[in-house]
């Protein structure tokens, strides 16, 4: 679908920009949001880099495993139906963390490799498990303490003060997770109800 809707976008912007008589204009946007974009992504590289090897670090170490033991009462909650002594729900805590930490770019790998994981013990295939379900919800709710990856933007865009978005981001984060998690819970039980 976003293949068809960002083309339109751009025929959109680029006709209107002609008959404006703003093509001026919209070559000097294009010419100065692709050099944005080439030193945002350097400024951000360096940010990724550190958080991605100090994750790295810690899956070698017995860092994970304390967290994992740590999060077990929240995991044996949130995904019920998957064995307490998988390697599963080490890859999920590692997840839950670098999301926390707000390493967006380093917890997808993370995610993806948790979501195989259950993919493997996924009796059906075709349908999505109730853990993987929940688990997608946690990922796109991202409860984060740190907001490493927006304060890095705040940042080499030129704010004042970068980190002033914290205490919201908490709010916002908490409240998605909160509501997500509740509806995904609702849902999963009125549907194993529907199915006896």
Same mark, same amino acid.
């Given at each position: +679908? ?7 976008? &751009? ?9 404006? !008589?703003?093509? !001026? ?6 010419? $100065? ?21 100090? +994750? ?18 929240? +995991?044996?909650? %949130? ?11 080490? =890859? ?19 995610? %993806?490799? *948790? ?5 493997? =013990? ?15 919800? &946690?990922?796109?709710?991202? &409860? ?7 304060? *890095?933007?705040?940042? $080499? ?14 709010? *916002? ?15 999963? #039980?009125?549907?194993?109800?529907? #199915?006896?």
């Amino acid at each position: +679908m976003l293949n068809i809707i960002w083309p339109i976008f &751009i025929i959109i912007s680029f006709g209107y920009a002609i008959f404006s !008589g703003n093509l !001026g204009k919209l070559n000097e946007s294009i010419f $100065s949001s692709t050099s944005e974009s080439v030193n945002l992504s350097i400024s951000l590289l360096g940010t990724i880099c550190l958080w991605n090897g100090i +994750m790295q670090i810690a899956s070698k170490t017995t860092i994970i495993d304390k967290l994992t033991k740590m999060l077990r009462p929240l +995991m044996r909650w %949130l995904f019920p139906d998957i064995n307490e002594n998988s390697n599963v729900h080490k =890859e999920i805590s590692m997840n839950m963390v670098a999301n926390i930490l707000g390493l967006g770019n380093a917890a997808t790998p993370l995610g %993806l490799k *948790a979501m195989k994981s259950m993919q493997k =013990e996924n009796k059906n295939k075709n349908t999505l498990t109730n853990s993987m379900i929940t688990f997608i919800v &946690i990922n796109t709710a991202s &409860i984060q303490i740190i907001p490493t990856t927006v304060i *890095a933007i705040r940042s $080499s865009m030129g704010s004042n003060n970068p980190t002033s978005i914290i205490f919201t981001v908490w709010i *916002a984060t908490i409240c998605a997770a909160v509501a997500g998690i509740t509806a995904t819970k609702l849902f999963i #039980k009125f549907s194993e109800k529907g #199915k006896k």
